[in-house]
């Protein structure tokens, strides 16, 4: 079994030919090289303490930037909490990757309108998360009713300008958990937008054929999705290939085949609805591997080789740039990055794990082996 604490993406000297552009793709023999800009991850957790020291260079080695999840113990629900959180962010990034987090709030029943005026303010806040209460890790203090409890700060939200990011699963025991998404589509997400047309909404993690229809029947501009590598990879039979695996369980959890496919199918057509969010969400593999085991699934190290797996596969390497580096930052209405990295298609294996004195950490994918490597240029 590899044990590594070491990134296994490290800078090397790259033998071949330069590539003349941004996303061309560069072949010599059977070795193939893109170069993109440097991509952001609109989702992604980074956790707090001796976790968030362990992770966060696994993302800010290759990401510009990284939408922060707010769901701690206590949630970040507060400016000052958000502020304070970043600042733990950037002690702990290496400091020649120049990588910013971008901070959220944690939506909860007694939110203020005034908090999302300061939030505005601040200049590092810059969506606001909803969980249902229950409906995932860290979701208890989340929101109970939306449009009962929350209107007068959603509305605060659409003067602001700022984004709502939406966990989008039901959290009533009587829906069965694979239909979780479809029914909160129906009866949050598209009264939430009949009500405040005008509200930036970013459906989260979307794993069904029913939040790529929504997504793309919704105006383009105020309603987008996120896609993590598990999403596009993976369907439901991996929670069971061989017995339980607990590093594939994540929420919501993976759906049948028919909407893996339709989630390739929407992010490699080119459509400016969909960017990238890996979701990693990184558990303790005592947290995972035990009676009762956390959702969220590692893939910080492995995400931006697989989405370009997942790119090649379907013949749209032309489209990956887009979707990972274009379309997230049009839609917050922030700049491109202006940086590049390089993706080169040589086998690397995937460590079986990365050890820390409190713990080890599984990554998805621990253990195999993948194409394509990125590097930082
Ligand atoms: N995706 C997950 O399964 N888990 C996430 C929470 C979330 O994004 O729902 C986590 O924080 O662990
Ligand atoms: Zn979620
Ligand atoms: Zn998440």
């Known amino acids: 079994m590899i044990k590594t604490l070491v990134f296994p993406c490290k800078a090397s000297k790259f033998p071949f030919a330069k590539i003349e552009g941004p996303n061309q793709l560069k072949r010599k023999g059977s070795k193939m090289e893109l170069t993109i800009t440097r991509p952001d991850d609109w989702h992604l957790h980074l956790r707090d303490g001796d976790l968030l020291e362990a ?15 707010p769901n701690l113990k206590p949630p970040i629900t507060t400016t000052a909490s958000a502020v304070a ?15 910013t987090p971008l901070m959220t709030l944690y939506l909860t029943d007694t939110t203020n309108p005034d ?4 939030a505005r303010k601040s200049g590092v806040v810059f969506a606001v998360k909803l969980y249902p209460a229950g409906a995932t890790t860290n979701s208890q203090d989340g929101v109970t009713d939306l449009l009962g409890k929350c209107l007068p700060v959603l ?3 659409v003067m602001q300008n700022m984004p ?4 989008g699963e ?32 970013v459906m989260e993690h979307i794993t069904t054929m029913d939040a790529v229809r929504f997504v793309e029947s919704c105006t383009e501009g105020f309603v987008a999705g996120t896609v993590t590598p598990q999403h596009l990879l993976l369907n439901r039979n991996s929670l069971f290939q061989g017995g339980l695996q607990p590093h594939n369980y994540c929420l919501p959890v993976l759906k049948r085949e028919i909407h893996r496919q339709a989630i390739v199918s929407a992010v490699t057509s080119g459509s400016k609805r969909f960017f990238l ?18 959702a969220g699934i590692y893939n910080a190290p492995v995400a931006l080789s697989l989405y370009t797996k997942v790119f090649e596969e379907v013949g ?27 993706l080169r298609k040589t086998p690397w294996q995937v460590p079986e794990s990365f050890s820390f004195a409190f713990g080890d950490i599984i990554p998805m994918f621990a253990g195999e082996t993948l194409e394509w490597q990125p590097f930082s240029i």
Do not use: W
């Open 55 to 69: 992770v966060v260079s696994h993302s800010a080695t290759h990401f510009g930037r990284g939408i922060v999840m």
């Open 85 to 99: 959180y970043r600042e733990s962010i950037l002690k702990a990034v290496p400091t020649s990757s120049g990588f």
């Open 115 to 118: 908090e999302i005026k300061l």
């Open 155 to 157: 509305e605060e939200m």
């Open 164 to 167: 709502l990011l939406v966990h």
């Open 170 to 201: 039901v959290t009533d025991p009587d829906i069965d958990i694979f239909d979780r998404e479809k029914v909160f589509i129906d009866t949050v997400l598209r009264p939430l937008i009949q009500k405040l047309p005008q509200l930036k909404v």
């Open 277 to 294: 969010g890996t979701d990693s969400a990184p558990h303790e593999r005592r947290r995972k591997e035990c009676p009762c085991g956390c």
């Open 316 to 342: 749209a390497l032309d489209k990956l740039e887009a979707f990972t580096s274009f379309n997230g930052p049009d839609f917050y209405g922030l700049p491109r990055n202006t940086a590049k990295i390089r």
